[in-house]
């Protein structure tokens, strides 16, 4: 199984990004695909997950802010970041996992700054 993340960048306070994450490979169809990130000297952390059947968590963080969804025919994952902060600056990594398996992306990193 292979995550291909997409789509961080600099952008300033009160900015947007969108985060897109693409598996490929022998996915279950069954799965939770998510958003973690990991700011620098900071433990990893959820950011938001969602099932193949739509149940989705927030951080509290996050809520209000930042929109998960995902294409289940596509294996994607995308992460709408709205009215972001200079704490949500972290290298953000995608997650896909099912019963015992659990796959990672290899990061993309979004700094908010002006």
């Known amino acids: 199984v292979q995550l291909l993340e997409s789509g961080g960048g600099l952008v300033q306070p009160g900015g947007s990004l969108r985060l897109s994450c693409a598996a490929s490979?022998?996915?279950?169809?069954?799965?939770?695909m998510g958003w973690y990130r990991q700011a620098p000297g900071k433990q990893r952390e959820l950011v938001a997950v969602?099932?193949?059947?739509?149940?989705?968590n927030y951080d509290d963080s996050v809520k209000g802010r930042f929109t998960i969804s995902r294409d289940n025919a596509k294996n994607t994952v995308y992460l709408q970041m709205n009215s972001l902060k200079p704490e949500d600056t972290a290298v953000y990594y995608c997650?896909?996992?099912?019963?015992?398996?659990?796959?990672w992306g290899q990061g993309t990193q979004v700094t908010v700054s002006s």
């Open positions: 490979g022998s996915i279950f169809s069954f799965n939770t």
């Open positions: 969602i099932s193949s059947a739509g149940s989705i």
């Open positions: 997650n896909v996992y099912w019963g015992r398996y659990n796959y």
